[in-house]
């Protein structure tokens, strides 16, 4: 009995490890966008969050809209992550939420 606990217990605490190791982290985008306002630089592991971030693009009868693209982008940034800082959201739009590409 207690060997068939030991081995469940081993088991059950393997799979609890490796959940956090799978999960993506919805605050990604957020922290890899402030990596680049920070340092002017694509941080390693953050081209796909920097990349979705700037394919938030809207336009307007055919043209690219800078105002509805940064209307977007913001959101897109706070759903993924509510938690985020305005502050920080702010600064991260003020740099790069009207433009076109980067």
Known sequence: ???????????????IYSIPTKA?????????????VAT???QD?????????????????GKFSASRTEKKRRGWLTNNCPSASPAY???I?????????F
């Open 1 to 15: 009995m207690k060997k068939y606990l030991s081995v469940t217990l081993m088991a059950l605490s393997i799979s």
């Open 40 to 42: 002017g630089s694509v």
């Open 45 to 61: 592991g953050c081209s796909g969050s920097v990349n979705n971030y700037f394919s938030q693009i809207s336009f307007k009868h």
């Open 93 to 101: 739009q003020n740099k790069f939420g009207r433009l076109r590409f």
């Open 89 to 91: 959201v702010d600064k």
């Open 24 to 36: 993506a982290d919805p605050c990604q985008p957020v922290l890899c966008m402030w990596g680049l």
